[in-house]
């Protein structure tokens, strides 16, 4: 009888402690991106609804509750910004309850017809990066997701549509959390902002990203469906007449649409949009330049048009399977065309003097047509594909492969007083881009902790074939002139290990990384038969952590090493003659920037709202600059060259909330002093130029009656140093009104963009450069006061509103 007792009391131990040991674990993502959700609060509830146990997730958005006895619980997940999920959990004293990847939606990422009453944060902020509602910024409706993110708190666009945040123009821009190989203007004027739910602005990324690109990271998050069934949105653009034209030889066309649908039944997702979108721009330019070669001075002021014609299209599919609770694969397609003419008819009034005498050479006027053609096809597909090995373990394997037709040509000539033209010139370029991406990843969940390690190889090609043929008066053809003609290829090739290690402690989420890279280059000029190869080994540590103060505070601390590598076009030696007073050449042995960054800062949430402050440093090595120097005496030399070094420091404070029921604000404002340095071509002169910058976006929206909203969107851009010069101040204001019509269904909104009621300079900037031999300074000045109207239907909602009636007593009887 004791040895039964004995064998009971063992079983019935051996049960309990199996029981006091089991788990739930689990990961949290965004049903959007399939990207890990960190610092999400989960809780776990007993059938009283009272909490046994509550955590955050960590920074790959991992959870584990250990110790939990057996009973039924219900598990929930909030995050601001997400809808909240429940799920049922019972524990029988079985083996630990992995529960995979559990996803949750953003609150306004779904097209369904159920109306969000919640407030919604529009920022959300954590260790590495911050978080924007793309919904707060109604100026980008009908745009793209560049109107986007020029809103962001820490971010300029000038007046050619280069992003730069915090300053730094290098920004590498993902879409679900894919890269691409194309500059950041290029990509982000790709993806309509309505098919933008939220943009991440990733300040400091950890081991796992590429450290390419100074300014960090941009990530843009597509809406996608919540609930089974099909739903879809259209939108559509038309523009009102130019205000001022500036008398350009064509009218302005701007138009638009783009339709996003999404699909979802059981295990099974599909979404995706198509945009077209036509927005051509009126513009005028005004210049002065003087050269001096010996005791010959040269002054050639100009003026004339300087307009664009424009239009790009889209398509972008993706699509999400699990197969199983341990195999999910993703495929996505995107696929587009941009097409832009920028017309530059220009008059110059060239003077030339002596200026030991005073006495004047020479003097001719001249009018100088250009037109200059971009155009390229862009065409993308990635692959991912996960499988989870057990509760612990878990592979990662992804493909991008990526294809860019990019091609374009520069027609040019000069005519003389009496309408004889001098010379004409055509030049005419293909430079297709290939790029393949594979990455393999393992992820390993620790107690409290994961490790992230894995391989990456990235490599890409292009060809270019640069052709440039001329004409002086009198002759029958035009002819290839080998000076300014050649081929290039280049190929970049990156070999990746990384290894990340992310803990949670109970109010702490630390993230450390590491990485190292092999770099390779090869440029390669075929007519010429010369190389210039080049490749290094680096290392790129990370850090990151965010601390919970209490009472709705945070505290956050943030440092890692990155790389600007050098793109082809900057490499390029091939001389171009954009227009008649430039000739344009890159340099094959141009160094990559190396760049640390440090950063801290601190987080209030606020009841309807929250505002941040950070600081943060940058210094660079091999800082790359565009610079001037004299070619003949009407024509400058602008080529790329490596400063020694530059640094920047600064502080970014910005928030966004409620302030009235009615009444929403958002805003940023950037201030950071700027130094830069070194010996620019053949001056023997280290030379310096630093200044204070600042930068400021700001909006208010109002919603008053009941159907109508109004808002006002600033964003405005100090003037900053260069090397040579300066770039002048930069400032956009725009408004915006809206009504709703059929409960939601239908949305109509009127935009006023570039908004100028005097002399304000708005939509216009000026470059100046200068050395001892030269000085350049030239105005752009781009359209003003644009009047756009937008209409937005949620198909599926006026389909809900417009059912047909039916005979009840009909149907009864059928």
Not at 760 to 771: A, D, K, P
């Amino acid at each position: 009888m004791n040895r039964y007792f004995i064998v009971f009391l063992f079983l019935w131990t051996v049960q309990f402690a199996r029981a006091q040991n089991s788990k739930i674990l689990g990961v949290v993502m965004d049903a959007t991106s399939s990207s890990p959700i960190p610092y999400a609060s989960i809780g776990l509830l007993d059938t009283n609804n009272t909490i046994v146990v509550g955590m955050m997730t960590d920074g790959r958005g991992s959870f584990v509750f250990n110790n939990l006895t057996h009973g039924q619980y219900t598990l929930t997940i909030k995050f601001i910004g997400y809808h909240q999920k429940k799920m049922r959990v019972d524990i029988n004293g079985q083996k630990p309850i992995d529960l995979g990847a559990i996803f949750i939606a953003n609150v306004i990422d779904t097209l369904e017809q159920a109306t969000v009453t919640a407030v919604v944060g529009g920022q959300r902020h954590s260790s590495d990066r911050q978080s924007y509602q793309a919904s707060q910024y109604k100026n980008a409706v009908g745009g793209t997701a560049l109107d986007i993110v020029k809103n962001l708190p820490s971010a300029a666009v000038d007046a050619n549509g280069n992003i730069s945040m915090r300053g730094n123009t290098g920004v590498i821009v993902l879409i679900n959390g894919k890269p691409s190989l194309l500059d950041a203007a290029t990509i982000l004027s790709q993806i309509a902002a309505n098919d933008v739910s939220e943009v991440e602005y990733i300040t400091s990324p950890t081991a796992q990203f590429d450290p390419d690109g100074k300014g960090g990271i941009i990530n843009l998050k597509t809406k996608q469906s919540t609930a089974d069934g099909f739903a879809w949105v259209l939108n559509l653009q038309g523009g009102l007449p130019s205000v001022k034209d500036y008398q350009n030889r064509e009218s302005q066309k701007r138009y638009g649409g783009d339709v996003a649908f999404q699909y979802r039944k059981d295990r099974l997702e599909f979404n995706g949009s198509a945009n077209y979108l036509r927005n051509d721009n009126a513009g005028f330019r005004e210049g002065e330049v003087n050269t001096i070669i010996g005791d010959k001075q040269t002054f050639f002021p100009s003026q004339g048009e300087r307009s664009f014609d424009k239009y790009n299209f889209g398509l972008r599919l993706n699509t999400a399977y699990h197969i199983s609770e341990a195999h999910s694969v993703n495929l996505g397609l995107l696929t587009s065309r941009k097409f832009q003419d920028r017309v530059a008819d220009i008059y110059y009034n060239n003077r030339s003097i002596q200026p030991s005498t005073g006495s004047e050479i020479s003097s001719v006027d001249y009018f100088n047509p250009n037109l200059q053609n971009k155009q390229g096809e862009f065409y993308l597909i990635d692959f991912s594909y996960q499988y989870k090995i057990d509760s612990a373990h878990s592979l990662q394997l992804g493909a991008i492969y990526e294809y860019a037709n990019i091609y374009g040509s520069t027609k040019n000539a000069n005519i003389g007083n009496m309408g004889d033209t001098t010379q004409w010139t055509h030049n005419i370029y293909t430079n297709p881009l290939r790029g393949l991406r594979l990455s393999l990843q393992h992820q390993w969940k620790l107690p409290d902790a994961t490790l992230l390690t894995g391989y990456q190889l990235r490599s890409d090609n292009q060809k270019g074939n640069f052709q440039y043929y001329a004409a002086d008066a009198g002759a029958n053809s035009l002819q290839v002139v080998p000076e300014f003609s050649g081929r290039m290829d280049a190929t970049n090739r990156v070999h990746a290990l990384f290894t990340q290690y992310d803990r949670k402690f109970v109010r702490t989420q630390l993230a450390l990384g590491l990485r190292y890279e092999y770099y390779q280059r090869d440029l390669f000029l075929l007519d010429t038969d010369q190389k210039y190869p080049y490749a290094i080994h680096q290392l790129y540590p990370s850090l990151s952590l965010m601390h919970d103060l209490g009472t709705g505070w945070s505290w956050k601390v943030a440092a890692a090493r990155r790389v600007q590598r050098t793109n082809n076009f900057e490499l390029n030696p091939i001389p171009e003659r954009e227009h008649s007073e430039t000739l344009e050449q890159g340099d094959p042995e141009l160094l990559p920037e190396f760049t640390v960054n440090a950063e801290t800062g601190l987080v209030k949430k606020l009841k309807s709202g929250s505002i941040f402050l950070n600081a943060y440093y940058q210094h660079t090595k091999n800082p790359i600059q565009r610079v001037n120097s004299v070619y003949a005496d009407t024509i400058l030399h602008r080529v790329f060259t490596n400063a020694d070094e530059a640094s920047r420091y600064g502080m970014e404070l910005g928030g966004e909330g409620k302030v009235l029921p009615w009444l929403k604000v958002n805003g940023g404002f950037n201030l950071y002093h700027y130094t830069v340095s070194g010996q620019v071509l053949n001056d023997q002169h280290t030379r310096t130029n630093q200044d204070w910058v600042y930068s400021l976006n700001g909006g208010v929206q109002a919603d008053f009656l009941k159907y109508w909203s109004t808002g006002l969107q600033i964003n405005y851009l100090s003037e900053r140093p260069t090397v040579q010069g300066a770039d002048s101040r930069f400032v956009l204001p725009h408004f915006n009104l809206s009504r709703v019509f059929l409960k939601g269904a239908l949305t109509a909104q009127l935009q006023w963009q570039f908004i100028e009621l005097g002399d304000w300079g708005v939509n216009e900037q000026r470059i100046t450069t200068f050395s001892n031999d030269f000085h350049t300074t030239t105005n752009y000045i781009y359209e003003k006061n644009v009047f756009l109207v937008n209409l937005n239907v949620n198909l599926h909602k006026l389909n809900q509103l417009l059912k047909l009636p039916k005979s009840e007593f009909g149907e009864k009887e059928f």
